[in-house]
């Protein structure tokens, strides 16, 4: 049994920070990418970063110089400093994980965090 749990969610202004963790629990061989997805009222999930284990990252556009992604491998946990915060941002972040449990690899996902930027 896999699970991930986020935290770090929560109500800031415009121009604030916050940041999301997501730690792994559970049984498995090893844990590939790991990502945070966001989903806003009556839009798509959309990914907002990824990371691979070796730590290569990319970014949607619309966060990239403002938001960061990186992991603690022995901790099985996931970051996500959100730096300058906009209203645009709001939504609820989900945490996503690659996980091999062999024979195959599987997608797990957290259960979701609110982040609302008011102006």
């Known amino acids: 049994q896999v699970q991930l749990v986020e935290s770090g969610g929560g109500l800031v202004q415009a121009g604030e920070s916050l940041r999301l963790s997501c730690a792994a629990s559970?049984?498995?061989?090893?844990?590939?990418?790991m990502g945070w997805y966001r989903q806003a009222p009556g839009k798509q999930r959309e990914l907002v970063a990824a990371i691979t284990r070796d730590s290569t990252t990319n970014y949607v556009d619309s966060v990239k110089g403002r938001f960061t992604i990186s992991r603690d491998n022995a901790k099985n946990t996931v970051y996500l400093q959100m730096n300058s915060l906009k209203p645009e941002d709001t939504a609820v972040y989900y945490c996503?994980?690659?996980?091999?449990?062999?024979?195959?690899?599987?997608?797990?996902w957290g259960q979701g965090t609110q982040v609302t930027v008011s102006s």
């Open positions: 559970g049984v498995w061989f090893s844990i590939g990418a």
């Open positions: 996503n994980a690659r996980i091999l449990i062999p024979p195959s690899m599987n997608d797990f």
